[in-house]
């Protein structure tokens, strides 16, 4: 599992409320990812970091914010939740497999079902 | 905009035949293709991937092809079993390559009936 864990695993909490959501990995990874997972969208990428308080928008960043104070930990937050932010997030990270070489495979932690009411 | 179209959306095979699960991608600086198996409730795992310095590569009874010039690349499931009953993503490395990033195509449900 690539020493990925997630926190929460389950919430449930109510529209207009802050939410943050924890990404914590073991392994010293510098690449870290925050995707979405909808029925019939697939995956799709939120935010990501290349290294500490390095971070860049994917395709559906508006209404998530991200942090990254240390190698470790990735923080994905919603500032003010929505119905439409209902979902089950997945944090990944790019594992380098050869020295100099890939970055892009990667390794998922085990997601956070996210329920806004 | 960069994006990976997936096809069938649905699939459903008797038990021992195969499964074909075709991509298509728009940005021809990709190069790197993934594919990931889901089990309901789970995890995308990591399944086979190939370069585009490649144009096939097998891993017993999975194998995935690439079409660079065609912009396409396919999973192919031989001797289907119950077990590989999950949903299929695709995906594609996206333009900036150094920042590791992944376009995912829509998935694939397959369900192999006994």
């Known amino acids: 599992d690539a020493g990925i864990t997630q926190s929460p695993r389950h919430k449930v909490t109510e529209t207009g409320t802050p939410v943050t959501l924890r990404c914590h990995q073991t392994?010293?990874?510098?690449?870290m990812y925050w995707y979405r997972q909808d029925p019939g969208h697939g995956l799709r990428l939120i935010h990501y970091?290349?290294?500490?308080?390095?971070?860049d928008k994917g395709e559906v960043s508006d209404g998530y914010s991200v942090s990254r104070s240390k190698t470790e930990d990735f923080l994905l937050t919603l500032e003010s939740a929505t119905s439409s932010q209902t979902s089950v997030y997945f944090c990944?990270?790019?594992?380098?497999?050869?020295?100099?070489?890939?970055?892009?495979?990667?390794?998922f932690g085990p997601g956070t079902r996210l329920l806004v009411l | 905009g960069e994006n990976v179209e997936q096809h069938p959306s649905t699939l459903s095979v008797q038990e021992g035949d195969s499964a074909v699960i075709k991509c298509t991608y728009s940005?021809?600086?990709?190069?790197?293709f993934p594919w990931y198996k889901q089990e309901l409730g789970k995890r995308p795992q990591l399944i086979i991937d190939?370069?585009?310095?490649?144009g096939e590569k097998k891993d017993q009874r999975i194998a995935v092809t690439l079409n660079k010039t065609a912009k396409h690349f396919s999973l192919h499931i031989t001797e289907t079993q119950p077990e590989d009953s999950a949903v299929y993503f695709c995906?594609?490395?996206?333009?900036?390559?150094?920042?590791?990033?992944?376009?995912f195509g829509q998935g694939t449900t397959l369900q192999v009936k006994p």
């Open positions: 190939i370069r585009s310095n490649v």
């Open positions: 970091s290349y290294g500490v308080k390095d971070t």
């Open positions: 940005d021809s600086a990709s190069n790197y």
């Open positions: 392994e010293n990874h510098r690449y």
């Open positions: 995906a594609a490395s996206g333009r900036s390559s150094n920042t590791g990033k992944l376009i």
């Open positions: 990944a990270i790019s594992l380098r497999r050869t020295s100099g070489g890939d970055r892009e495979t990667q390794y």
